[in-house]
C-alpha cells in the first residue's frame, strides 16, 4: 500500500540548499534502478530480457559512482551532503561505501560496469577490418553457436513476436567480458539492492524527517 503527498517545492527541495539538490537527483535515480529491478529480479523475464535490465541497470550504476556522478563529485565537493550522509545509520553507510568502492581502479566488478556501460546503447559493430583479422563480436558468437539450434516467435502483430535467436547470440557475445553471466547478475543485483536501500533510507530520512513539516498527504491517494 503506497500514500502520496504533496509539497511546495520551494519549501522541500529548494533549488538554493545543496542536499536538496542532491536528493533530488537520488531520487531520479532510485526510479531508474528500481523500474530495472522490477524487471530484473521479481518479473518472470526470460535470461536475454533478464540480461536487457541488468545492462541498464549497471550503466545507471556506474553513472552514479564515477568520479563526476552522484556518489562521487556529488559527495566529495559539497560538506552539507556529507554531513547528511554521515547522519545515516551505519548499514546505510557500509551500502554506500560498497557502492563508491565501486569506481577504484581495483576493482573488478567496477571495470566489468564500466565496460558494458560502453555497450548499452551500441549494438555490435560490424566493421569489415574486424571481421577480416577474426575479430568480430557477431561473427564470433556465431561461430560458437553453429552448432547449436535458434528459435523465433512469430505473432498476428508486431508487438508479439521475439527473435529468440538472436537473445542468445547477444548472450554469447557478452560472456567473454563478464564471464559466467549468472555470476555477474548476481553481483549487480546485490549492488542494485545496496543502491536501493541507501537510496530509500536517504529519502526517508529527508522527507520523513529533514522536512516531513512541509509535506501533506493527498487526500484519498492511497494505492494498495
Not at 552522484?70 to 561505501?97: H, I, K, N, R, T
Not at 569489415?128 to 583479422?133: E, F, G, L
Request: net charge negative.
Amino acid at each position: 500500500m503506497t500514500t502520496r503527498y504533496q509539497f511546495r517545492y520551494g519549501d522541500a527541495v529548494p533549488s538554493d540548499d545543496a542536499v536538496a539538490r542532491w536528493i533530488t537527483v537520488l531520487a531520479i535515480a532510485y526510479n531508474d534502478i528500481l523500474l530495472a529491478a522490477r524487471h530484473c529480479i521479481d518479473s518472470d523475464c526470460s535470461e536475454a530480457e533478464s540480461a536487457y535490465f541488468f545492462r541498464l541497470a549497471a550503466g545507471h550504476l556506474i553513472e552514479l559512482v564515477n568520479d563526476e556522478g552522484l556518489l562521487g563529485a556529488g559527495v566529495d565537493q559539497w560538506p552539507e551532503v556529507q554531513e547528511f550522509v554521515a547522519s545515516l545509520p551505519p548499514e546505510v553507510q557500509d551500502d554506500m561505501e560498497r557502492l563508491r568502492v565501486l569506481r577504484d581502479s581495483s576493482s573488478k566488478l567496477g571495470k566489468k560496469l564500466t565496460k558494458l556501460r560502453s555497450k548499452i546503447f551500441h549494438y555490435p559493430h560490424l566493421h569489415k577490418s574486424a571481421t577480416a583479422k577474426g575479430r568480430g563480436e557477431v561473427d564470433r558468437a556465431l561461430d560458437q553457436k553453429k552448432d547449436d539450434t535458434g528459435q523465433i516467435e512469430q505473432g498476428r502483430t508486431v508487438s508479439e513476436g521475439r527473435y529468440l535467436f538472436a537473445d542468445d547470440v547477444l548472450l554469447e557475445i557478452l560472456s567473454p567480458t563478464f564471464g559466467d553471466l549468472d555470476d555477474f547478475m548476481k553481483e549487480v543485483r546485490e549492488i542494485m539492492l545496496a543502491f536501493l536501500r541507501l537510496a530509500a533510507a536517504a529519502l526517508d530520512e529527508y522527507f520523513g524527517v529533514t522536512r516531513a513539516a512541509h509535506l501533506q498527504q493527498v487526500d484519498g491517494a492511497v494505492d494498495a
